[in-house]
Every structure is written in C-alpha cells, then in structure tokens.
C-alpha cells in the first residue's frame, strides 16, 4: 500500500486485526486503512467491536494476531513514548479528579508532554472560558465531554481517538462536540471515531467502517453506503396479517425488503409506483394495514439491510 511504510498518507492501519476474551472473538480479521487528514468512522452497536479496535490502535491493548500501524510507527518498540505524544485520546469515560478546575485539568495534562499548545487556547477552542476556574465535579454532562477533548487537544496531535465522544448528551452538547471535531480537522488533524449516532457519523465522517461481530461488513463514504441501498425512500409498515416478502420485492419501484421490528422495511426506488402497489398487495393478502411511515434512506437503513437490527440496539 502506498504511503504505509512512512506513514505519510496513511495515518493508522490494521490487517488480520483479531482479539480474544474468554468465549468470545471481540476483533475478528478486522482490516482498515485511515487516511491522513479524514474523519473515519467505526460504525456499530454496542459489542460489535469498535473499542476493542479503538484500544488497539490506540496502543491500551494488545491484539492476538494481525498488524498494526499509527503514524506509521508499531506499538512495543522504544519509540511508544513519540508515538504516545502524537496522539490524542478521548476515552468513553474520562474520569477527571472532582476537586480541580478546568484549568488546572488542562494545565495537568499539558504536563505530560514535551510540545503541545498553550492551555488557554486550548479552553478557549472548546468554549469553557467562563468554566476555568469551575471546578469538575460542579460541570455538565456536556461540559465535561468537551474538558476530556480539550485533554485530548493539548498536546497538539496528528491523530486525535474519540470513543462515542458525545453518548448521553443533549443535542446541543453535542453539536458544541461536533464543532471542535470539525476545527480540530480543518487544522490537519486525522480523527478517528466511534458511534452508534448515525446522524453524528454522516455529519462528521469522511468514510466510514460498518462494523458487526468484529467484522467489518461496508465500508465508503456516508454517501456511497446510502446509495448502495438502491433505495432513495424507505417504507416501514406493520400489517394485520401474513405478507410474502418475496411478492412484496418483486413490485413496482420496490428494490428490496427485509424483517424489522415486527414489520417489513421497503427499500423504494419510485414512492409514486410503490406506495399504491404496496398498499394493494395488502388488500390481496388480506392484511389489513396497521401502521406506515415512509423516510429518506439513511445510515441507519444501510445497517439495518447489512445485520437486521439497528444501530442502538444491544
């Protein structure tokens, strides 16, 4: 692969990646390649693998078989420490210490490092300037997520790792998250990043990887997933009786169906000749219609097709 032995346009790979825990295969012969200067996305539920591989690549843990590259650098050579000061890292949960202030965290962690960049900038760029001398036990939920950023910011790295870096937050939290994201990337930056949000994955990712049972199952932009539906609508509908997903995938303006959440979803290419051939191989099956709703295609659509469940879903 171009680029892969000095690193200069790829920024993390792995090949064959897989880790084990006691009856379970978390990573299973994962393949990836991040480009420098992307957002790349691991896009996933819980369990499929996604931490594993973050922690891996991050160099906190240790795979059983595979190779890893970041920066174009391995991890278990003397050089750990440069590489470690080139990286940023958010994890899910951060835990900072409750008696500092915003502050003295981003003073302290600017201590762990020989270059970074100044501890005021670094507040600012995550708009907790009336936070500083805010204690971290008395911050928000939102608050705090962007504090472990700008820990993750001060050492000024090539490659920042962010680990469903806006879970539990309310949405303008988590627009506030996505903003640093976005200005942290028009600098250079390389991201890579974690989520079950699939609106956070179309927002911010260049590319993105669907990951399930520690495969990875597609992979191209948030674009390029969408259209391999076929599909420019989706129909959910939830009928009063037996329907034959095989009649239903050969009507009209129909690319596909498949089962979900006791119902079928219609992949549509033309809602104009699907909706009334739809509705009329209810009325010949006898199944009486008990709920419809029709939506733009979406990453969640494209995840739904690949595993047949959602993305949240456990």
Not at 280 to 298: D, I, K, M, N
Request: a negative charge.
């Amino acid at each position: 692969m171009h680029g892969t032995e000095n690193g200069r346009t790829v920024a993390a790979r792995c090949v064959g990646l897989v880790k084990r825990y006691p009856g379970v295969v978390a990573v299973d012969g994962l393949d990836l390649e991040v480009r420098r200067g992307e957002c790349f996305g691991l896009l996933g539920p819980n369990g499929a693998g996604k931490t594993t591989t973050v922690e891996i690549l991050e160099g906190l843990n240790t795979p059983d078989d595979g190779v890893v590259e970041v920066l174009g650098q391995r991890w278990g050579t003397r050089d750990d420490r440069l590489l470690r000061e080139r990286i940023g890292i958010q994890l899910q949960e951060t835990q900072l210490a409750d008696k500092l202030t915003v502050a003295e965290t981003v003073r302290l962690f600017r201590s762990f490092y020989r270059h970074g960049r100044p501890v005021d900038e670094v507040i600012a760029l995550v708009s907790l300037d009336e936070k500083r001398s805010a204690r971290v036990g008395k911050l928000s939920g939102g608050q705090k997520q962007r504090l472990a950023l700008a820990c993750a910011l001060v050492s000024a790295p090539e490659l920042m790792f962010l680990d469903e870096p806006t879970t539990g937050l309310d949405p303008q939290a988590r627009r506030h998250v996505w903003d640093v994201v976005e200005s942290f990337r028009q600098g250079g930056g390389t991201v890579i990043l974690t989520t079950h949000y699939m609106e956070e994955a179309a927002r911010l990712c260049d590319r993105l990887a669907i990951v399930d049972h520690g495969r990875r199952i597609a992979l191209g932009t948030p674009a390029e997933l969408v259209a391999s539906l076929g599909a420019d609508q989706i129909l959910e509908l939830h009928a009063g009786g037996e329907l034959d997903p095989d009649r239903l995938g050969t009507l009209p303006g129909v690319a596909g169906v498949s089962a979900r959440n006791g119902g079928w979803m219609v992949r549509v290419r033309d809602v104009g000749a699907a909706l009334p051939a739809v509705l009329g191989e209810l009325e010949r099956a006898g199944a009486p219609l008990e709920q419809l709703t029709t939506h733009q295609a979406t990453l969640e659509d494209v995840f739904v097709h690949l595993t047949g469940r959602g993305l949240r879903d456990g």
